[in-house]
């Protein structure tokens, strides 16, 4: 009896805690499936197929090492090539994100990470825009393609937030900032968008110079949005940092992405990072020699502001006719829509199609500047709730531990330039802003205290 018991007890051992044997097969299996899936596909679809595949053997390499792997698409974020399909079909990088997503599941499946729950407060928000608007999408390739890159957003976030370091993440983004504001000087000094930023976006070919650094960016303010949200950031981590060598790195790769930010001459993320900068200066508690650096560092940027003819920098300080009456004709066109459609709006990127029926307006321009009113034309009232209530209650819960966590405090200002900037800009729709603002929610999300984590297995679910 007791050596029945003992099998029985064995037995079921073996089936609660697969062996190195089992869990091998079961990658094989699970491998050799999606191999046989893409070949299908393959039959219908010869691109989809080869997209498919890249993707499994990008997942299968990003599996080795997930945390890594993490890391390494975090500084990635601000490169994104495209490859054109077919006639104005193109297939952008930051697609390829999704591959995060089944060596996640398979680590949650064996015990190693959890789901963090706060990271999927947007999932509402996503779901919601793809219901009220696929019936009705007036561009039907780029309501997808936008809906699409939310999923992979969302799944990217909820990944950084179950399985990477705060402070390593913010460090990837740091080290990019190096090739990317390099890449925006020797704009400035070439007086062009350069062949390298031709040769990543094709459909760029005709983007028109006009003295300010836009780097491997769509837009100029998308790059000076990137550039001040991980420069404040960067500075948080540096006032926190008790080792001198990691406050030193932190503090250049920010002085970096604060004279990148100059060179894009945005003034919106311009006037987001000075919040940022205030809060940091209250909340952050920086002692006597870090206020002494952050004092010097600001006067050497003033310095640059009226010294070097370089960057873009009159522009800053200049409210030209065009853009005081273009954003206010673009913001009465929000509220024109909205009033169509007050509670659900006119739908996810529909803003741009239906814009000309409500104003005139002769320019490419399909956003309303403004990322409240966007939303809020857009999704109506309740897309507005389920995308503001989540960032500004993660904004809250990231201010409040910002004073034990250097990761919240960095998380807090890069939202409050976020949410700053928003209110000169909609930039949500291109590829490495969208990506930038899944990392920070995904950060801000791990720094939230919150109920445990989702967990396939209670007992033995290892918390990262």
Avoid at 268 to 297: C, D, E, H, M, Y
Wanted: charged share 10%; glycine share 8%; aromatic share 14%.
């Amino acid at each position: 009896m007791q050596e029945r018991e003992r099998q029985s007890g064995e037995t079921a051992g073996f089936l609660s805690s697969p062996s190195a044997a089992q869990t091998d097969f079961l990658k094989v299996l699970v491998f050799s499936g999606l191999t046989v899936f893409v070949l299908v596909i393959s039959i219908f679809s010869p691109y989809l197929g080869l997209s498919a595949l890249t993707l499994l053997l990008l997942g299968l390499v990003l599996g080795i090492n997930l945390r890594w792997g993490v890391l390494a698409c975090v500084f990635l974020v601000p490169f994104d090539p495209q490859l054109e399909l077919s006639s104005k079909a193109f297939l952008y990088f930051d697609l390829a994100f999704v591959a995060l997503l089944w060596p996640f599941v398979w680590g949650v499946q064996l015990r190693r990470f959890c789901v963090n729950r706060a990271s999927l407060w947007f999932l509402p928000y996503v779901i919601y825009t793809i219901v009220t608007t696929f019936w009705r999408a007036e561009a039907p390739y780029w309501f997808w393609g936008s809906s699409l890159r939310w999923v992979i957003s969302l799944i990217f976030a909820v990944v950084i937030s179950s399985v990477a370091d705060g402070g390593d993440v913010i460090l990837a983004l740091g080290l990019s900032l190096v090739p990317i504001c390099l890449y925006g000087y020797y704009q400035l000094l070439i007086q062009g968008s350069g062949w390298l930023f031709t040769v990543l976006n094709p459909h760029f070919e005709e983007f028109a110079w006009d003295g300010r650094a836009n780097s491997l960016f769509q837009t100029w303010n998308a790059y000076g949005g990137f550039c001040a949200i991980v420069a404040v950031m960067l500075l948080a981590l540096a006032i926190r940092s008790e080792n001198r060598v990691r406050r030193a790195l932190c503090m250049a790769l920010a002085g970096i992405g604060f004279v990148g930010l100059l060179s894009s001459g945005s003034r919106g993320a311009l006037l987001g990072a000075g919040v940022a900068l205030l809060s940091l200066l209250v909340i952050g508690r920086p002692n006597r020699p870090i206020r002494f650096i952050l004092t010097i560092a600001a006067l050497c940027g003033v310095l640059a502001m009226t010294t070097l003819n370089l960057l873009p920098l009159p522009r800053v300080g200049v409210l030209d006719d065009y853009t005081v009456q273009g954003r206010l004709t673009l913001y009465e066109a929000a509220l024109l829509l909205f009033w169509q459609h007050p509670a659900i709006g006119v739908g996810q990127t529909n803003f741009g199609q239906l814009m000309p029926r409500v104003i005139v307006w002769n320019y490419e321009n399909l956003a309303a500047h403004n990322t409240y009113l966007q939303v809020l034309a857009e999704n109506g009232v309740i897309g507005f709730l389920l995308f503001f209530i989540p960032l500004y209650y993660l904004l809250y819960l990231n201010f409040r531990a910002a004073r034990e966590s250097a990761v919240a405090l960095a998380c807090a200002l890069g939202l409050s330039v976020i949410l700053v900037h928003g209110l000169t800009d909609y930039l949500l729709g291109g590829p490495q802003y969208t990506s930038m603002f899944a990392v920070v929610l995904g950060l801000a999300s791990k720094c939230v205290p919150t109920p445990p984590p989702f967990e396939l297995h209670p007992a033995e679910c290892v918390h990262t």
